[in-house]
């Protein structure tokens, strides 16, 4: 049941998080904030997904003022360095060079803000994935077949990434697409909906 005048927003331009959410069955508009999504001086990654979340909530109860609004962020993680979306094949052949027989973690927070009164709850899922020891040729053909240049880390679990990997451990397996949908489901419960 949608509560009467319930209006929720994700602010988000990603596709992936988007699909993710439609899941959940609850009808929402989805808008993407302009913010400077850069780590602040001496930030730890999970810090940085965690900040970066709020501020996208934040941004869009400014511009929605009478909805819930979602924020995500994701920030990838290896040697307490962030690795970002690679943009192009040179990066992201780099990317997975760098995490063969490796382990990256995915830190992926939600934040669920109240812009009429200003309540925020927020969560931070946090996923180990361990690459297998990948060789050249395995990474060009993976490239060939999936640019995933889009992603942090340059591999879609979804998809065929999955087979580049040896391991997953997380508490929640969409947290590593993108939107912890456990942590953000019981949010919304916690806001008066029921999901499902």
């Given amino acids: 049941m949608i509560l009467k005048d319930f209006s929720l927003v994700l602010a988000s331009g990603s596709r992936y998080r988007q699909e993710l959410l439609?899941?959940?069955?609850?009808?929402?508009?989805?808008?993407?904030?302009d913010i400077d999504e850069r780590a602040g001086e001496g930030e730890a990654p999970r810090d940085t997904a965690v900040r970066l979340a709020r501020v996208k909530a934040e941004a869009g109860a400014a511009r929605f003022p009478g909805a819930w609004i979602i924020g995500s962020d994701q920030v990838a993680e290896l040697d307490a360095r962030p690795i970002g979306k690679p943009g192009h094949r040179d990066a992201a052949r780099e990317q997975l060079r760098s995490m063969r027989g490796r382990t990256v973690r995915f830190h992926t927070a939600v934040a669920l803000l109240e812009a009429k009164s200003g309540h925020l709850r927020q969560a931070l899922s946090t996923t180990e994935v361990d690459f297998r020891a990948l060789d050249d040729a395995e990474i060009e053909r993976y490239l060939d077949r999936e640019p995933a240049f889009d992603c942090a880390g340059s591999a879609k679990s979804e998809a065929l990434g999955i087979a580049l990997l040896s391991r997953l451990a997380g508490d929640d397996p969409t947290a590593l697409v993108g939107l912890p949908l456990i942590a953000l489901s019981a949010m919304l419960r916690d806001a008066g909906l029921e999901v499902p």
């Fill in 22 to 33: 439609g899941r959940l069955g609850v009808p929402f508009q989805a808008w993407s904030p």
